[in-house]
């Protein structure tokens, strides 16, 4: 089975539709978004629409949780970086708000189940970091809190894939990266494609494939838009760099 994962869009439109267009080739048996759909650009409602419209299975992020506990002032901003939350209209309000926090799948293979969760920033919270220099015992601890034998997540916006030994058994943890606000150096969209087969187990942890896709966007039509609005121009700057 191939399973296309990402995140982190961040109303970016143009890199979310260089995304679509860069799965047509891999034709993913599964596609899963996990979170953060809104905020630092602005187009939230027509990557929501676009979303919606191919029925992708979505987390809440950190980001779109947000939109539920704000302000009048940060509802109404006119600038400032919350001018991306006045720009979300009622009706994608309302779905952000129904979106959940982890989707767990599990897989009945000839070797024994799998377990994969998925979640926007940890299993604990939406709003944590598991950055890749975790020290070990303590990602192994979260994965055994969660229940978990594969996790996958973004948040941080920095891709990357680590496998951890637990006794007699591998955990692996692997972060989509962004698609629409990369922060490691690379301003091309990125996500990941999950290769699960037959063969695939917990004691070898070559059983299972991960493949990080990098895709060209129009960075500069999508900086450009950024710095037309009464957003912070730093958030431009932050695309034509990636960080």
Known sequence: ??????????????????FFNSIDTPKPDAIYCLGDLVGYHIWPNQVIAAIRRRGIATLAGNHDAKVARLSEAERTATSGK???????????????ASLPAQFRIEFQLPQGPLTLLLVHGSPASNDEYLLQDKPEADFLNVFQKANADILCFGHSHKPYYRTLKDGDRYRHAINTGSIGKPKDGNPQGGYVLLHINAD????????????????????????SALEGS?????????????Y
């Open 1 to 18: 089975m191939k399973i296309a994962l990402f995140s982190d869009i961040h109303a970016n439109l143009p890199a979310l539709h260089s």
């Open 82 to 96: 919350n001018y991306a939350y006045s720009l979300i209209g009622p009706d994608e309000r309302t779905y952000l």
């Open 200 to 223: 695939s187990n917990t004691t070898n942890p070559d059983s299972l494939r991960v493949e990080f896709i990098r895709f060209d966007y129009d960075v500069e039509l999508s900086a």
């Open 230 to 242: 009464p957003l912070p121009a730093e958030f431009a700057d932050m695309l034509r760099k990636a």
